[in-house]
């Protein structure tokens, strides 16, 4: 553990962004969630199977390091990532602004939802935004951030 988060509390998990040269940067999904354990990795991998799911013609990629899901085309549909106490699920924010209502209990950021370890990942919902993401982008031609 970096020394950044010496002081979390046990069964935490650090941020990736912490680690250092010592650790490659992870060149897969499998490596990127396997550089997990405990709550964040079971987190990861219910994104990773809801993402599978719910848009199975998507590929998998490592974007700046993190899990993305990519539609046919070659655009980012949306990307996953583990942080401390939280997975992060980043849409563009088209996508998370026409969701406002039903993330009123989440954390979130300008594309970004906060999945806070140890409660429920909410896959309804989240299937939802992955639809609008998918169609946002295939009737009205909206990229990546």
């Not at 912490?18 to 490596?31: I, K, L, S």
């Not at 070659?74 to 969701?99: D, K």
């Amino acid at each position: 553990m970096c020394t950044r988060h010496a002081s979390l509390t046990a069964g935490a998990e650090p941020s990736r962004a912490c680690h250092t040269g010592a650790m490659a940067r992870p060149q897969t999904v499998d490596e990127y969630i396997n550089g997990f354990t405990g709550p964040g990795r079971e987190v990861l991998e219910q994104l990773r199977a809801l993402a599978h799911e719910a848009v199975p013609e998507a590929s998998e990629a490592i974007k700046w390091g993190y899990p993305a899901w990519v539609h046919p085309s070659g655009t980012i549909l949306f990307m996953v990532s583990g942080h401390a106490r939280h997975a992060s699920v980043a849409f563009t924010p088209s996508t998370r602004e026409g969701f406002d209502a039903q993330l009123a209990g989440f954390a979130t950021g300008k594309g970004t939802v906060k999945l806070p370890y140890g409660q429920p990942v909410p896959g309804d919902l989240l299937r939802r935004m992955i639809a609008f993401r998918v169609r946002e982008h295939e009737d009205d031609g909206v990229l990546w951030m």
